[in-house]
């Protein structure tokens, strides 16, 4: 049913292109990306970046042609050294921070620096392999703002981004989401929804599972969508692709039904778009899949 559904929201808007999604840390460390059904219904075209060649070799192996994988660090076009850690989920540009490591139980030992490698990062605005860019998914261990103050050019056009942010900065110098709020907000985002949210226990108290936690937030996977309360400073293009990737991405039914209101008082769909849209959705949850 929910390929039924994106086919016809598909069908809807009849798009000028497939949605562009850029991935800027692409190791699928934490599961299926969010555009992974985009993916299998032939619905997008995706770049992936990771400058570990042990990563890219598998996603490169099992990839489609509708997919790129590139060895690139991006960052804000400078000179790096990158950390790599016990943890493999620690690796950053930035120095981990011991003082804040040692008050979550193991984050010491999984953020001991293991091996550094000198890297040359390139600014998301300069990287002529994206020809467009609707979603970028960047998860890179602190270093996301660098990515978003250099790629301002691009993300203009995006309409979403899903980033990861800090609340206890495990890094040294590492923003913290109120500046990545400010910095997307900036250009022209709004916050929509987390789409995943990491909790950890304090230390010391700790138990048999390490991963167990309570209520301290650590770090979170925020989406952020272009404004949709200023939907006169979005393309057609735009609103279609945003649908796109609210309905696909993030089960967002509300906000692209937002977005098929806006284009059918520009006529850029059908008069009876929302009906139909808002009919299969309907339909879908009264009926979900056995």
């Known amino acids: 049913m929910a390929q039924e559904i994106g086919d016809t929201l598909v069908g809807l808007l009849k798009p000028a292109r497939l949605t ?12 299926d990306p969010p555009y992974k059904s985009l993916l299998q219904q032939r619905l997008c075209r995706l770049i992936g970046f990771d400058p570990f060649p042990d990563v890219l070799a598998p996603l490169d192996a099992a990839k489609s042609d509708l997919e790129t994988y590139l060895p690139y660090a991006v960052g804000d076009g400078g000179s790096h050294t990158l950390k790599l850690c016990r943890g493999i989920g620690f690796a950053s540009l930035l120095q981990p921070d011991e003082v804040p490591l040692r008050h979550f139980p193991r984050f010491t030992e999984l ?96 138990g048999s599972n390490p991963a167990a936690a309570f209520n301290q937030l650590v770090e979170a996977d925020v989406v952020y969508v272009r404004d949709f309360m200023k939907p006169d400073a979005m393309e057609v293009e735009q609103l279609k692709h945003l649908a796109v ?30 009906a139909r849209y808002i009919a299969v959705v309907q339909g879908s949850r009264a009926n979900p899949p056995g």
Do not use: W
Request: proline fraction near 4%; hydrophobic fraction near 45%; include cysteine.
């Open 20 to 31: 562009s999604i850029v991935d800027v840390g692409a190791n699928p460390i934490d599961g």
């Open 111 to 206: 953020g001991t620096v293991v091996r550094e490698i000198a890297v040359e990062t390139r600014r998301l605005d300069d990287i002529v392999e994206i020809a467009d860019l609707d979603l970028l998914k960047i998860d890179i261990q602190g270093s996301e703002l660098s990515v978003f103050r250099s790629g301002r050019a691009r993300l203009a056009k995006a309409v979403a981004v899903q980033t990861e942010v800090s609340f206890i900065p495990l890094y040294k110098g590492q923003p913290v989401f109120g500046d990545i709020d400010l910095e997307l907000r900036g250009l022209g985002f709004v916050p929509h929804m987390f789409a995943a949210i990491n909790k950890k226990m304090i230390a010391p108290m700790q």
């Open 245 to 274: 990737i609210a309905h696909h991405c993030y089960g967002s039914f509300d906000l692209a039904m937002n977005c098929l209101h806006h284009l059918t008082a520009r006529g850029a769909v059908s008069p009876d778009a929302r």
